[in-house]
């Protein structure tokens, strides 16, 4: 059963950091995509970041470059994401998702597997 399970959400003022951290199991983790996207109320689900099965290549929104940072561990079969400098409009729940594939992939629906969610919340 493959299982991914996302932590460190949380509320936040502008201009702070966070560090979520999505753990999974199940997985061939060493040929898996990584992504990680949001939903904020009311809205569809975001493409935020990925990164690809060897870590070397990485792709962001244009709304978060420069801002946030994904990574993995293939030792521990993790994948994180830095946010700094946020912004309310960073407010959203936080979903970790991946496909065994060697592309970056950036659509929601190019993923087959997903996180519950963590609720991240800037305030001004």
């Known amino acids: 059963q493959i299982r991914l399970v996302e932590s460190g959400g949380g509320l936040v003022q502008a201009g702070d950091s966070l560090s979520l951290s999505c753990a999974t199991s199940g997985l061939t983790f060493r040929a898996a995509s990584m992504g990680w996207f949001r939903q904020a109320p009311g809205k569809g689900r975001e493409f935020v970041a990925a990164i690809k099965w060897s870590g070397r290549n990485t792709t962001y929104a244009d709304s978060v470059k420069g801002r946030f940072t994904i990574s993995r561990d293939n030792n521990e079969m993790t994948v994180s994401l830095v946010m700094n400098n946020l912004k309310p409009e960073d407010t959203a729940v936080y979903y970790c998702?991946?496909?065994?594939?060697?592309?970056?992939?950036?659509?929601?629906?190019?993923?087959?597997?997903w996180g519950q969610g963590t609720q991240v919340t800037v305030s001004s």
């Open positions: 998702a991946a496909k065994h594939s060697i592309a970056t992939l950036t659509a929601p629906d190019e993923y087959d597997y």
